[in-house]
């Protein structure tokens, strides 16, 4: 065993611990991202119906598609990024639930599993975001 394996079996915890941070951080990274991007493309939407006087529908519906697209990415990685923090979030009423429970205590809606296939649906409120500019608030009255 050399010193590279003893020091890493000595900082083993730690390191796991630094992954996930590193996880989470990396997730909240695209997150950010993919946020930035659809704040592009709405940008996109709209200088191209300012031009088009909206009669470029198919345009349009290929830009919002792209939203969507992200949005579900998003939807995902925020999953994970709980995941991570070894909780799930309930879709009816938005509690915190440990990761392990397949009911809300809350409310009892039953949790998504991300391997459902509706779990990729998007709801109003999967228009907020926890990282950048709030700017798909569903709700301006909810602290995020
Ligand atoms: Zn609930």
């Given at each position: ?126 228009y907020y ?8 608030n569903a ?6």
């Amino acid at each position: 065993m050399g010193i590279l394996d003893k020091f890493n079996d000595a900082s083993r915890g730690v390191s796991e611990k630094a992954k996930s941070i590193s996880e989470a951080n990396n997730l909240k990274r695209k997150i950010l991202y993919e946020e930035e991007r659809i704040v592009e493309i709405f940008t996109d939407i709209g200088k191209k119906y300012y031009k088009e006087h909206g009669e470029d529908v198919e345009a349009l519906k290929v830009l919002c598609d792209d939203i969507d697209t992200r949005r579900r990415r998003i939807k995902k990685m925020r999953y994970e990024l709980n995941g991570i923090r070894g909780y799930k979030v309930c879709p009816k009423c938005d509690a915190e639930v440990n990761e392990r429970f397949q009911f809300c205590g809350r409310c009892g809606a039953r949790l998504p599993d991300i391997e459902d296939e509706d779990f990729m649906s998007l709801e109003p409120n999967d228009y907020y975001t926890e990282s950048s500019n709030n700017f798909f608030n569903a709700d301006p009255n909810k602290n995020y």
